[in-house]
């Protein structure tokens, strides 16, 4: 039969029609994306840090003997706060004895540094307080140095000496970053000879740092700058530079005698100053 206008047409206009709708997206909205509706999660808020104590009488002075080269004079007034005082209210000085005691440790049985180290960078993540973060990390950086682990002892010193520039322990750390570059200049701590010169160049550097830092760190100004500057002595003798030697030895025992340094501490910048016949050397 033949076909009439309208059927042939039909197919044109169901055409128009799907040609002239709406093209907005007509999918239904996915969960969570409701018009109106606010789904976004809220993150529960950080607990803040426990108050603190005030630090123990203690404290202090057995961060002097430390700094002094008294070792285990610090290490005996260290540990029962290092051990004893565990309350939250006491993160701060328990974070700080274990930071020192590390410190101690490192330079006597240096394995000894581990435990505390760790504890007092633990401390460090419970508190916002930049001295305890300075002060772990010196610690953490102490115990890497004595393993000879320089590039892991020089990324805690650098993040020490970040955290709290003015400071006993921010100080400390340029002392203790210059170490790790006169121990990478040789290598190793039985080597003699020089394997990177220029690794000598950046622990002078480190330890300007150092004298510029313990300027600003009241009551261990002394001792400070007594090793940073027994710390440029030594770089100027592996240079050969007399007169460098000179100044900064004999600066180095002015500032260790004032300070009330050890026998120990005294000894390195007087023999220096007296090999390069500098004058005077260790006060009688």
Not at 127 to 140: F, S
Request: net charge negative; proline share 7%; aromatic share 6%.
């Amino acid at each position: 039969m033949k076909r009439t206008l309208p059927s042939l047409l039909a197919p044109f206009l169901l055409l128009a029609l799907a040609c002239g709708r709406d093209k907005t997206n007509t999918k239904p909205p996915t969960d969570g994306a409701t018009t109106g509706t606010d789904t976004s999660v809220t993150e529960p808020k950080a607990e803040p840090p426990p108050p603190q104590d005030p630090d123990p009488a203690e404290l202090a002075p057995a961060i002097h003997q430390v700094l002094t080269g008294n070792y285990e004079q610090g290490i005996g007034a260290l540990d029962p706060i290092y051990t004893g005082m565990r309350e939250p209210s006491q993160y701060r000085a328990s974070g700080l004895a274990g930071s020192w005691l590390a410190v101690a440790h490192a330079q006597t049985v240096f394995e000894n540094a581990d435990a505390p180290s760790q504890y007092a960078l633990e401390m460090a993540g419970k508190l916002q307080d930049p001295e305890l973060e300075a002060a772990a990390k010196v610690g953490r950086g102490a115990f890497l140095l004595a393993q000879e682990d320089y590039e892991a002892a020089r990324q805690a010193l650098e993040a020490a000496a970040a955290a709290a520039p003015g400071t006993t322990p921010g100080a400390y750390a340029h002392i203790l970053l210059a170490e790790t570059h006169l121990g990478a200049a040789f290598g190793s701590a039985s080597n003699t000879q020089i394997e990177n010169p220029a690794e000598l160049d950046a622990a002078k550097q480190s330890y300007e740092a150092a004298v510029a830092a313990a300027e600003k760190a009241g009551s261990e100004r002394d001792i400070l700058l007594g090793r940073a500057k027994e710390g440029l002595a030594a770089v100027a003798k592996y240079k050969s530079d007399k007169a460098a030697i000179c100044t900064n030895a004999l600066a180095a025992v002015e500032h260790y005698t004032a300070a009330g340094a050890s026998t120990f501490l005294l000894d390195g910048p007087s023999d220096m100053a007296a090999d390069g016949k500098c004058g005077k050397g260790k006060p009688k």
